[in-house]
């Protein structure tokens, strides 16, 4: 949850609106910014809050003092230096700003195209802000077509494509595909084997069932930044070679501006750098566009009351094909009546900068033109930064299988193997498995919300485990040396139904494997036989 408004408006006043890390006077410039992030059990109170411009406020990002990322700022180290500028506010030449903000004004990521698709058509009933307003331009306009041009009200970032009935087909059809064990494509360890589809493969097969493929084929834009196709053994039930493309996610971006005064104002217009492209124009992210193109592009007079929230439609992003792991400052979930979960998050997104890139009309704001008790006024919005901003995204919760995992060199390597139990949902099943070469441990893991029970483990005919259950989040360490045969007897039971979805997959796979180097290795919850 964001800090209560009373909580806010003290950090602010304590801070004399500038930025407790680097003391330059930033006025709107500032967020108040969680010391402990909510998704540690931070504290949305005084205590816990620090006022920081936007460049120190991306910067503080997380802090994991097991694996430190550059300079991020630790919790003591942020408290010692907010405790260290309120005092000198205190002191006599600091003061606070004499005229108070109007605005409050954010970006609003939304990574879901349903979420895209509702604000787009005026269904603002999802929106995390408090009773908002959308401005009709030229970027909904376009937000616009590309929902007219797709065929569904959904889209879920891939589509499936051919299978066989094993991986000697599929080597048959592609022999220039070489075909790789798990946990080899960096970024996609659940699959055996990736491809560039051709432009045709697209036009004919994609471009029918997906709006913005359509839109990035007749924009002839390169194959490989369309789609990556990628391939895997399907044991879910289905016990075959199975391909998915990868299509580039569509991102919608909005500048939300609250008002936070006690009586209405009228927003007349905002300053920005509009670029209005011919057609969709695939072009590499960047917020500059050069000299010339700066103007004031027109808002709705109608006027915004105290509380209420501005949209302004920004741009039409394509994230990245690969895997992204943004920080996350808070996150906050909230299970909407389709049976998605949406979650709104505070996000540092920098690394997905160089595979991002934008489609159709920009605009890219500088100033609020205001008009408030009779005064004309205007108010700066900070340039937008990846690395810190709001966003929405959903998903559907459903459950798969376990998954399991090798040690390899001693506690230097782990990498994916494959799904346990993935066969029938419910049944008891019987895997085997013989232990390759430089294994020290195999890994059961649970990482989705299902309930796994493991009836007995035995290595080489000897029982060291009866009898566990894992939810999600749970592990079980089996020791192991070379050559052992490991007999895994259990099933799974998924809490909420949902089809097979080897892209969510790979992302819980990838995160788990990004966690670093495991400091213990245990039999977990093992019991005498």
């Known amino acids: ?31 108040v910014h969680h010391i402990v992030p909510e998704s540690k059990n931070g504290a949305s109170d005084i205590d816990n809050a620090i006022t ?54 954010r970006y609003l990521l939304c990574k879901n195209f349903e979420a895209i698709r509702e604000i787009t058509l005026g269904d603002l009933s999802n929106v995390p802000v408090t009773q908002p307003l ?11 077509k590309i929902i007219d041009a797709h ?3 959904y889209r879920h970032d891939k589509e499936w494509g051919e299978h066989f009935p094993d991986r000697e087909a599929y080597v048959k059809a592609h022999p220039e595909v070489p075909l790789d064990e798990r946990s080899s494509i960096k970024g996609y360890p659940y699959f055996e084997a990736s491809r560039i589809p051709s432009t045709e493969e697209l ?33 879910c039930g289905a016990n075959r070679f199975q391909e998915i493309y990868r299509l580039r996610p569509m991102w919608g971006l909005y500048l939300a501006a609250t008002n936070l005064g006690p009586d209405q104002i009228l927003l007349s217009g905002i300053a920005c750098d509009k670029d209005m492209p011919v057609g969709a124009e695939y072009r590499p992210f960047s917020t500059s566009l ?31 094909i690969e895997n992204i792991s943004p920080e996350t400052t808070f996150a906050e979930d909230s299970h909407l009546l389709t049976g998605q979960v949406q979650v709104v998050s505070h996000e540092d997104l920098s690394a997905a900068f160089s595979g991002t890139a934008l489609i159709g009309p ?147 796979i990838n995160e788990f494997l990004k966690q670093g180097p495991l400091a213990e290795i245990r039999l977990s919850q093992a019991v005498s036989p």
């Open 151 to 153: 065929p569904v009200s």
């Open 52 to 105: 920081l411009c936007f460049d120190c406020h991306a910067d503080a990002g997380h802090y994991n003092p097991d694996h430190p990322r550059g300079t991020k700022f630790s919790p003591g180290e942020l408290r010692r230096h907010r405790d260290q500028w309120h005092a000198m506010v205190l002191l006599p030449g600091v003061q606070s700003p004499g005229t108070p903000d109007v605005l409050y004004c």
């Open 362 to 508: 920009v605009f890219w704001p500088h100033t609020v033109h205001i008009q408030a008790e009779a005064v004309r006024r205007e108010q700066q919005i900070h340039e937008f930064n990846l690395s810190n901003l709001y966003t929405i995204s959903r998903f559907w919760e459903m459950g798969s299988c376990p998954y399991l995992f090798a040690l390899k060199n001693g506690r230097a390597t782990l990498k994916y193997l494959r799904e346990l139990f993935a066969r029938v949902p419910g049944k008891v099943q019987t895997e085997h498995i013989i232990v390759s070469t430089g294994t020290t441990a195999l890994l059961i893991a649970e990482l989705e919300s299902e309930q796994t029970t493991i009836d007995y483990i035995r290595v080489n005919e000897k029982y060291t485990l009866r009898r566990a259950i894992l939810e999600k989040g749970g592990k079980i360490w089996i020791p192991v040396q070379s050559g052992d045969a490991v007999e895994l007897t259990g099933y799974y039971v998924a809490q909420v139904a949902g089809a097979t979805d080897p892209w969510l997959r790979n992302s819980l």
């Open 290 to 320: 050069g000299q010339g193109h700066h103007v004031i592009e027109a808002l709705p007079s109608a006027p915004l009351l105290p509380g209420a929230t501005m949209l302004f439609p920004i741009a039409t992003l394509l994230g990245p």
């Open 1 to 31: 949850m964001p800090f209560p408004h009373s909580v806010r408006d003290q950090a602010l006043v304590a801070a004399a609106r500038h930025c407790c890390v680097c003391h330059r006077y930033k006025g709107v410039k500032v967020e």
């Open 134 to 144: 959308l401005v009709t331009n030229s970027v909904r306009a376009f937000q616009q």
């Open 203 to 235: 036009r004919d097969k994609l471009a029918p069932r997906d709006g913005v493929t359509r839109l990035l084929v007749e924009a002839e834009v390169a194959p490989q930044n369309i789609s990556h196709v990628f391939a895997y053994y399907e044991e």
